[in-house]
């Protein structure tokens, strides 16, 4: 999102550099219903070695895959692409109405895909 180059796996792993943070999207695809929110929380064996995620709370009414940060504050750290790093959670959200904004997409196309939302 900060105009960081995208990652690929070298030699069956990504590496994330110690004293980093890392933009991610899952890929998990939701469409959540309305009254139902959803955040990413990070796994416990991740946590313990102090690798740490961030996610924001999904609204109802969002569709799109989930997106995410993670933050290396230790050494270099080397992940496996199919690694479980996270888990979602549903929750009950009692608002009014349903998420509307630009970062809907469908299954199968990245939010970048579009302009604020919109198709070109």
Known sequence: MRGGEKMEPEEGYWKLDGQKVFDGLSDLYVDLP????????IRSTFNRNGVFL?????DSGYKGNI??????PCGDTLITP???IGQIKFVKADKAGK???????????HWSDSKN???E
């Open 117 to 119: 939302g919109e198709k």
């Open 67 to 72: 997106g995410f940060a993670v933050h290396n």
């Open 99 to 109: 998420y509307k904004g630009g970062w809907n997409h469908e299954d199968g196309e």
């Open 82 to 84: 199919g690694t479980r």
């Open 54 to 58: 961030t996610s924001g709370l999904y």
């Open 34 to 41: 309305e009254g139902i929110a959803c955040e990413l929380i």
